[in-house]
């Protein structure tokens, strides 16, 4: 792969519950079609020869195993619930078999809660298996991975503000309920756009289907990719067969290049 080009994997892109959804017998919950079944959302983005994978729920470890990946060179975070941080513990494989400490960006916010849920990561009498872990606090500033620049752009999570990212002509937002004009602005231009859709319904802290649709109307990407589907969303296959050309529901495993 040409190292200017950006490629993505879809590492998960249900909602924090995961589809199938526990004790659920509907449709989707029931299918047998690999595309109905979702990790919560992340994802791997190789550019100019390093892997920085998107948030790291408690899927991440299946993740890493599913799709084969030995290496990585860092973590950028979306915002601190646990469907998105709950993985960080797994990152000791890469720790013990590698020998390299994982690199890990995010807000203020984020890395509080990462003190509060692994509190072993940074004690000082730390145990000798604790993950390893370097910490740099973006708190939405630009800031760099190897040499590609990584851009936070403000969206809201109902009340809680949260990062979305912009590498080059790729933009990666999940979990937001609103985006400003300002933020708007940033993603502009972008190619390809990834942008949460739980449901069909409206929902006080995420896109509907409808909302989500209206966004990538206005940024006009070349390609759009929807992800943190619920299983209130429907069968992968009868949303897709009615989604806009140039728009595709993310699927677990999917690959893209840009």
């Not at 408690?58 to 979306?78: G, H, S, V």
């Not at 390893?132 to 606090?137: H, L, R, T």
């Not at 759009?224 to 677990?252: C, M, Q, R």
Request: negative net charge.
């Amino acid at each position: 792969m040409d190292e200017k080009r950006i490629r993505v994997t879809f590492l998960g892109t249900g909602t924090s519950i995961g589809v199938p959804v526990i004790a659920c017998n509907c449709p989707v919950c029931t299918s047998s079609n690999p595309h109905d079944k979702r990790f919560r959302t992340s994802a791997i983005v190789e550019v100019e020869g390093k892997r920085i994978v998107i948030d790291c729920g408690p899927d991440f470890r299946f993740q890493m195993l599913k799709n084969k990946i030995d290496d990585i060179d860092a973590i950028i975070f979306t915002h601190e619930h646990r469907d998105h941080i709950a993985g960080l513990d797994d990152v000791r494989a890469f720790n013990y078999i590698l020998n390299k400490v994982i690199d890990i960006y995010g807000s203020r916010q984020v890395m509080d809660s990462i003190r509060t849920e692994f509190p072993y990561i940074f004690s000082e009498n730390r145990y000798f298996g604790a993950p390893q872990v370097n910490i740099y606090i973006t708190d939405g500033r630009p800031f760099m991975i190897g040499t590609t620049e990584i851009n936070p752009i403000e969206v809201q999570h109902n009340k809680l503000q949260i990062y979305g990212y912009r590498i080059g002509d790729f933009t990666y937002i999940t979990d937001a309920s609103h985006i400003t004009e300002a933020s708007i602005e940033k993603v502009k231009g972008t190619k390809v756009l990834v942008v949460n859709a739980l449901r069909n319904s409206k929902h006080i802290a995420h896109f509907s289907l409808s909302e989500a649709l209206e966004f990538i109307e206005q940024i006009k990407p070349e390609r759009a990719y929807l992800t943190h589907i619920s299983h209130f969303l429907g069968l992968h296959d009868e949303v897709e067969a009615k989604l806009p050309p140039n728009v595709h529901l993310a699927y677990d495993n999917l690959v893209i290049e840009i």
